[in-house]
């Protein structure tokens, strides 16, 4: 039986997500309130459990990009911009393997806080880490 850290396997992720340049703010949670001057940001968490299925862990990331809207109207080419740099993270990310990621269904979604959200599910396998005496 496997011990999977939900909190270093949302790190992880993260600390991917800002090298790539996605954003450098990456949060496990959407904030009830934000600095006003802040153009984008990203939340990152494990969508709901890791599965241990023996040798491995399998769980999905929710993925959600947030770019502040321009004149109320949603800022399209900062989102764009944003899942570019976010399909071009590697694929295998220290002890994670990350699958093709599924677009939400919802397209574009405005939040009530002057931003746009895009949001992707990131299906993914962990490899536990090894434990050396």
Same mark, same amino acid.
């Given at each position: 039986?496997?011990?999977? $850290? @939900? ?9 991917? +997500?800002?090298?790539?340049?996605? #954003?450098?703010?990456?949060? %496990?949670?959407?904030p009830r #309130?934000?600095?006003? &001057?802040?153009? $984008? ?6 969508? =709901?459990?890791?599965? $241990?299925? =023996?040798? +491995?862990?399998?769980?999905?990331? !929710?993925?959600a990009l /947030? ?16 899942? *570019? *740099? ?8 220290? &002890?994670?393997?990350?699958? @093709? !990621?599924?677009? #939400? %269904?919802? =397209?574009? +979604? @405005?939040?009530?806080? =002057? /931003?746009?959200?895009?949001?992707? /599910?990131? &299906?993914? !396998?962990?490899? @536990? ?5």
């Amino acid at each position: 039986m496997n011990n999977f $850290d @939900p909190t270093a396997i949302e790190n992880t992720l993260g600390d991917a +997500i800002r090298t790539a340049g996605v #954003s450098a703010t990456v949060l %496990p949670n959407r904030p009830r #309130s934000l600095e006003t &001057n802040l153009q $984008d940001f990203v939340v990152c968490h494990v969508n =709901g459990e890791i599965r $241990d299925r =023996g040798a +491995i862990g399998e769980c999905v990331f !929710f993925v959600a990009l /947030y770019a502040r809207d321009i004149k109320n109207i949603k800022n399209g080419k900062k989102l764009s911009v944003m899942q *570019k *740099k976010l399909k071009g993270i590697a694929l295998e990310i220290d &002890n994670i393997v990350l699958q @093709p !990621f599924t677009f #939400s %269904p919802n =397209g574009d +979604i @405005p939040d009530k806080n =002057g /931003y746009h959200i895009r949001i992707f /599910y990131i &299906n993914a !396998f962990v490899k @536990p880490e090894i434990k050396t005496a």
